[in-house]
């Protein structure tokens, strides 16, 4: 009995450990569409890009990649960002409704890329602005609507968002 419950408690805890990494990003743990960062853009992945929105300049955010469950029903944004002089890494688990086209995040984690200081205070700006998006798939792009009245000048005055843009490179 004793070691059933021990096998049991292993297999528990390797699961939650490969689901949610301690010392990682969060992964999708199946096959998932992979597409790296490329641009801003006002309306269309077709456009030249457009400069960095002042809330992303403001937390020195860089995205880096979304991967995309085949399923068709998660998806995984990748990032990092500059607390005070700490390099941080972000990761968000978004769960997609296909009916509204949003993408709702679920679940985030940030960490020091060196591990010694906390990424919280960052986190927490960067969960506000990511936390529920609109994303359309345009061409060989996916694209996510990312809020922001700093660039009219680009996208013209009635503007309210910008699309960052996703190269789709490859399924995983």
């Known amino acids: 009995m004793l070691k059933l419950s021990a096998a049991v408690i292993t297999m528990a805890l390797s699961f939650a450990a ?15 569409y992979y597409s790296e960062f490329d641009k801003y853009v006002c309306k269309s992945s077709k456009e030249k890009a457009i400069t960095i929105p002042d809330e992303v300049k403001d937390l020195k955010l860089s ?8 399923f068709l029903d998660n998806a995984i944004l ?8 700490t390099d941080c890494r972000y990761s968000a688990l978004y769960e997609i409704d296909k009916n509204t086209k949003v993408i709702t995040a679920t679940e985030s984690k940030a960490f020091d890329l060196q591990g010694d200081k906390s990424c919280e205070p960052g986190k927490n700006k960067v969960d506000q602005l990511l936390k529920k998006l609109e994303y359309v798939v345009l061409h060989e792009h996916i694209t996510v609507k990312f809020p922001t009245t700093s660039l009219k000048e680009a996208c013209g005055e009635n503007s309210d968002s910008v699309l960052l843009a996703f190269k789709r490179i490859r399924k995983k």
Do not use: C, M, Q, R
Not at 78 to 85: I, N, P, R, S, V
């Open 78 to 85: 990748t990032a990092e960002y500059k607390e005070d002089e």
């Open 18 to 32: 490969s689901a949610h990494p301690v010392d990682g990003d969060l992964i999708l743990e199946y096959k998932h």
């Open 63 to 70: 995205f880096e990649d979304l991967n995309v469950s085949i």
